[in-house]
Structure formats: C-alpha cells, structure tokens
C-alpha cells in the first residue's frame, strides 16, 4: 500500500526565515495535495499539483512535484507567525477510491 | 457561500455507546467523505459517499458505517465506541470525488470515556 512520509515531522524556525517540507511516496505520485491545519481544526487547501515538474506558488507559499523522485516540496518564504500549524500532504491511492496523508509537519514560527 | 458544516462541535460518550455525526457539504457538492484524526497523527480516511453511494471504505471496523441523503449530507454513525474512538472526526466535501479539491469542515471532537 502506498504511504507518505513527510519531513521534518516538526519545525521552529524565526520569523522571516525561509523552510521547506518535504513529502516522500511510496509509490509514484500522479498528483498531490498540500493542506494546512490549524491545531485541533478542520483542513484549509493549500495547494494541488497534478503533474510530474509542475510549480504552484500563492503568496509566499510554493510547491514543486517532482515524479520522478516521488517527492514534492512546501517552500515558504519569509515566514510569518500566521504560517504556524500543521502542514499534511495528501493523495488518493490510485483506483482504489481511498485518500491517505503524511504524517505531517508541525511548523512554529517565532516572532 | 457556506463551507462545510459538521455537528455537534464536541461529544462526550462513554464505552459501549453509539455515536452519530452530522456533515452538510457545500452546496453542489455530491461527494463526502469521513476522516479521523487521533491527537498527533495525520487524518485517516475512513469512508467517501458519491451521489448516495458508498465508493471507497478504509481499513475501520464494520462498527463505523456511514450515509448519504439525496440532499448530500452525511452522516457517520460508530457503534459500541472504545475509548480508542476518541478523536477529531472531520467531513469533506467535493464536487466528485478525490479527483477534486476537497473542502473540510471544521470537525466534530468526540471522546469516549
């Protein structure tokens, strides 16, 4: 069964430093999905990238998916306190009708 | 727009008893799907409904089942809960299915005690 697993599973940086989350797969990825939660609340998207090479960028926030590697990466510039929470990768395991996530990354950001 | 809407918010049950939670997706969404999240892990799928139907089920026991209404909502309903079924029960919706971005509600937090 395919499994995602992120790193670092946690994270301080200052603010205004820049970080980056990876997210590995087991198996090839066909697409992936960025979420961001805030602790003990629902998941807001984030971002989703559907091919191979593909780059996505909103505000300070961009994600790169790189199939042959079977990796994508959350690069956040310029960190803010706002950007603080847990940052989960997520895909649906192909033709099986089933969605999975990393194992997160929890991101505090220090004022 | 309202975004996904799940309750109650919070539940407090004892071992041994049934549990029923509510999510209404966003409008003109067809597909649900049920999630849980224990303290410090990431969510895990349990159940996705598309246009009443189920589609896909995660590796739950058959204590958890779930419905889908001709209006779209859902409900997850768990049985004879162990104190293990503590978690954050969260509800997405999407136009279809995964192929699409799925919308999350706020969650409904359940603890069995």
């Known amino acids: 069964s395919q499994e995602l697993e992120q790193s670092p599973q946690s994270l301080i940086v200052q603010e205004g430093k820049n970080l980056t989350i990876n997210c590995t797969s087991s198996?090839?990825?066909?697409?992936l999905y960025w979420y961001k939660q805030k602790y003990g609340e629902g998941l807001i998207f984030l971002m989703m990238?559907?091919?191979?090479?593909e780059e996505k960028s909103h505000e300070k926030i961009t994600a790169k998916l790189d199939e042959k590697k079977q990796q994508s990466s959350l690069h956040i510039t310029a960190s803010q306190p706002s950007h603080a929470g847990i940052y989960l990768c997520?895909?649906?395991?192909?033709?099986?009708?089933?969605?999975?996530f990393g194992t997160g990354t929890r991101l505090k950001v220090l004022a | 727009d309202a975004g996904v809407t799940q309750s109650p918010t919070h539940l407090i049950k004892t071992r041994g008893q049934h549990v029923t939670l509510r999510c209404s997706p966003i409008?003109?969404?067809?597909?649900v799907s049920w999630y849980q999240q224990v303290l410090g892990q990431g969510p895990q799928f349990i159940f996705q409904?598309?246009?009443?139907?189920?589609?896909g089920r995660g590796n739950f026991p058959d204590r958890f089942s779930a419905r889908q209404f001709p209006n779209y909502s859902s409900e997850l309903n768990v049985n004879a809960l162990l104190l293990g079924d503590s978690a954050l029960y969260l509800c997405?919706?999407?136009?279809?299915?995964?192929?699409?971005?799925?919308?999350f509600g706020p969650g409904t937090r359940l603890l069995v005690l």
């Open positions: 409008s003109g969404h067809k597909s």
């Open positions: 997405a919706s999407s136009f279809r299915g995964f192929q699409e971005t799925q919308y």
């Open positions: 409904y598309y246009e009443k139907e189920e589609r």
């Open positions: 990238l559907q091919k191979g090479g």
């Open positions: 198996k090839t990825l066909y697409g």
């Open positions: 997520g895909v649906e395991t192909s033709g099986t009708y089933k969605y999975i």
